[in-house]
């Protein structure tokens, strides 16, 4: 079974600039969630969807970033205008259901991107 | 509200000898208890979880932990440490209908 699939591993670009990050879960989970991994720290949540709905945002940085989940399958995380603090890795993990608390998480490898 | 701390952002032991690593946690609810592996430039990996029952959890790569609700802990140990062990170690609480929330995590070294 193929796990979380992330892309691209690995962005570079300039403050400013706009940036995407693309994760396809877990075959059949429906619950997908956005985490962002600062240097040392552990993640924190960005977003949860349950299906194609977004259940939680309430930590996204609404003025700048922005996510979709078209179809509740993959997602879409984008960052527009990217600043020099959004420098970190971003996570996207899936569980098959979110509602429970109680439901594994499986996390895909991230995104770790670097604003210059 | 929920809030995890990790005691020792660096733990060092030597092949073959105890691996222990502290978890504390708060939370308003029930908790359930996680704890992930990351090995570097990888996502995490589950250890092991607590939900509901036997306080004492058994995980992969002969990794245990055991829920105490009353010193709020769920501390992670192996009898004895492999240096493939050598990684960071996050533990999360949540809680019926609550989201993860994950603690900074510990930096575990095997010495030969």
């Known amino acids: 079974e193929a796990g979380v699939v992330q892309s691209p591993r690995y962005k570079i670009i300039e403050k400013k600039q706009p940036v995407a990050f693309w994760c396809n879960p877990i075959s059949g989970h429906n619950t997908l969630y956005w985490y962002r991994q600062n240097l040392g720290q552990g993640p924190e949540l960005l977003i949860r969807?349950?299906?194609?709905?977004?259940?939680?945002d309430s930590q996204l940085p609404k003025d700048r970033f922005s996510a979709e989940r078209l179809k509740g399958v993959d997602s879409t995380l984008k960052i527009q205008p990217a600043e020099l603090g959004d420098s970190a890795v971003y996570l996207c993990a899936s569980s098959s259901s979110g509602t429970s608390g109680s439901d594994t998480q499986y996390f895909g490898p991230g995104t770790r991107l670097t604003v210059l | 509200a929920q809030s995890v701390t990790q005691l020792g952002s660096h733990v060092s032991v030597s092949e073959g000898a105890l691996v222990l690593l502290r978890c504390n946690y708060s939370s308003s609810v029930p908790p359930y208890l996680f704890w992930y592996v990351q090995y570097p430039n990888q996502g995490l990996q589950l250890l092991l979880k607590y939900t509901t029952g036997a306080t004492l959890v058994k995980g992969i790569n002969g990794f245990e932990a055991e829920f105490k609700k009353s010193e709020t802990s769920f501390h992670l140990t192996k009898p004895s440490a492999h240096m493939s062990d050598a990684a960071e170690y996050f533990c999360a609480v949540s809680g019926y209908g609550q989201n993860f929330v994950f603690g900074p995590g510990t930096r575990l070294s095997v010495l030969p």
């Open positions: 969807y349950e299906n194609e709905e977004a259940v939680d």
